[in-house]
Structure formats: C-alpha cells, structure tokens
C-alpha cells in the first residue's frame, strides 16, 4: 500500500532552533506539495515541486524558511530560526502529472510546536 | 485567488440522519474538486474527486454533486453513524494547488 510519509511525527522545539522535516513521496511520483495547517488560516501551500524543481514557494516565508528534493525520494522543508508563530501541523503532499489537478496523496504530517 | 467556505462550519446530528455539507468556491476554472475527512489530530484521507466535467461522484454513504459553473460542490453523507465524526474539508484544484475551505465540524451522537 503506497503511502506519503513523514517524519518526525512530532516536533517540540525552543525559539531560534532549526527545525528540518523530511517527506517520502509514494515512488514514481512527480509532484510534491508542502501544506501548513494551523487554525487561523486553515491549510496553505508553502510549496510545489515537479520532477525535483521547485517551482512555486511563494507562500513560504522566505527568510527563514527553505525546501529542497535532493533526490525524487526525498524532500526536505527546513526553517531556521524557527519562532513560535511557525507552530502548525506541516502536511506533505505527492502526486502523478503536469501539475494540472492531478490528486494528490497526503501524509500523516509532522506536529510542530515551537516554545 | 480562489476563496473557499465551507457552511455550517459545525454540525451536531443524532445517528442515523442524512446530511449535507455545503462548500463554495469564487473561481469556477477549476479541473477538479476533492472532499477530504480529518479525524483530530490525523492527516488528510481523501474521499471523493469530482472533474470538472462531472456532476456526481458516490462512494457508499457518501455522494458528492458539482455544480461548477456556479462554484458550488456538496457532499451527502447517508444514514450518518458516530464513526463519521470528523472535519471534512473541500479542495478546489485550479492548477497545482489545492485550496482548502475551513472545513465543516460534525459530531455524530449516537
């Protein structure tokens, strides 16, 4: 059964720390998405990537924040320094196309909470 | 940039009523539209997708209708039991991006 998945699960961490979170696209897929959920905004692209290129960020903040696939099985969102306000649930999304509404398969997550 | 409401944003039923799940969105150039359900604190399963070119799309208890052209999707759940209790989210897919509504809350009490 092909499954997104996370890791960590979880995260605690103090103000200033680097934060890395690392998601495994389901094999063969193209697309890999970065979503933040938290409950003021509710799910939000912070990234898009096709065939490891990275090609919409826009919606990450760009002085601390950074996402990278350093190979098709790996894709890696980084903050640093984290701050409180990046406290939220990180979902990583993959999928199969040219980025023109294929479905996308969602992991379990990873639970941020920065003190 | 598409908006996307989700109207109730929270539902208590008794088990055993049908219901159903309003969802909007203000750009009808869409490609397809998702349900999702959220269990607290889990991620996102996928319930349905609907193309664009379709009206309909059912999966058991659940049947989710599009109405593209006027930016409105609406998810049916039959004969609801305690074990639907949930946040369902609906996700308009433009492009490349998902656009997530707030979600709709339901309890289901038994």
């Known amino acids: 059964d092909a499954r997104v998945t996370q890791t960590p699960r979880d995260k605690v961490t103090e103000m200033g720390q680097e934060v890395t979170m690392r998601c495994q696209p389901i094999?063969?897929?193209?697309?890999v998405f970065w979503y933040r959920q938290t409950m003021m905004q509710g799910l939000e692209l912070l990234a898009y990537f096709r065939n490891r290129a990275p090609l919409d960020d826009s919606g990450m903040p760009k002085d601390r924040f950074s996402a990278e696939m350093p190979d098709a099985t790996l894709a890696t969102l980084k903050i640093q320094p984290s701050e409180p306000r990046d406290s939220a649930v990180y979902f990583c999304?993959?999928?199969?196309?040219?980025?023109?509404?294929?479905?996308?398969?969602f992991g379990p997550g990873t639970r941020l909470l920065v003190l | 940039k598409q908006e996307v409401t989700q109207i109730p944003a929270a539902l208590s039923v008794p088990e055993g009523e049908n219901l159903v799940l309003n969802c909007s969105f203000t750009?009808?150039?869409?490609?397809?539209l998702q349900w999702f359900r959220q269990d607290p604190g889990k991620g996102l399963t996928s319930l349905l997708l609907?193309?664009?070119?379709?009206r309909e799309q059912t999966s058991g208890r659940l049947n989710a209708s599009l109405d593209k052209s006027s930016g409105r999707s609406t998810l049916y759940i039959a004969a609801s039991q305690p074990g639907d209790s949930a946040t369902y989210l609906c996700?308009?897919?433009?492009?490349?991006?998902?656009?997530f509504g707030k979600g709709t809350s339901l309890l289901v009490t038994p």
């Open positions: 094999l063969g897929h193209n697309t």
């Open positions: 996700a308009p897919n433009s492009g490349y991006a998902l656009n």
């Open positions: 609907i193309q664009s070119s379709q």
């Open positions: 750009d009808s150039a869409i490609y397809n």
């Open positions: 999304a993959s999928g199969l196309g040219q980025g023109l509404g294929e479905t996308q398969y």
